[in-house]
Nanobody, 118 residues
Framework: QLQLVESGGGLVEPGGSLRLSCRAPRTITSVFNTATLGWFRQGPGKQRELVAEMPTGGGTNYADSVKGRFTISRDNSRKTIYLQMSGLKPEDTAVYYC?????????WGEGTLVTVSS
């Protein structure tokens, strides 16, 4: 029910900015609008971790490591969520995954690589 496609990854220098997008073009609008959506990441040799999410009931949650630097948002009319990242650090290097949770099931995108390096 939730088919998620990420884009926007790439190479950026420390201190730079990048915006990730996650589209759900073939998802029914009512499903998208009522799903909990967010971003996870998995760095080299690390476990996958939550970066930011928007619960169904509203509000946003962020990992402590990205608070004040990353902003998650959604555009229901486009069935898209975004992750605006600024002040990027080398430790932000990871594959970033779009994640959705709806009706007790979890859904994942294939991931997009973000590399922060000079």
């Amino acid at each position: 029910q939730l088919q998620l496609v990420e884009s926007g990854g790439g190479l950026v220098e420390p201190g730079g900015s990048l915006r990730l997008s996650c589209r759900a073009p073939r998802t029914i609008t009512s499903v998208f609008n009522t799903a909990t959506l967010g971003w996870f990441r998995q760095g080299p040799g690390k476990q996958r971790e939550l970066v930011a999410e928007m619960p169904t009931g509203g509000g946003t949650n962020y990992a402590d490591s990205v608070k004040g630097r990353f902003t998650i948002s959604r555009d229901n009319s486009r069935k898209t969520i975004y992750l605006q990242m600024s002040g990027l650090k080398p430790e932000d290097t990871a594959v970033y995954y779009c994640h959705g949770r709806w009706s007790g099931r979890e859904y994942w995108g294939e991931g997009t690589l973000v590399t922060v390096s000079s």
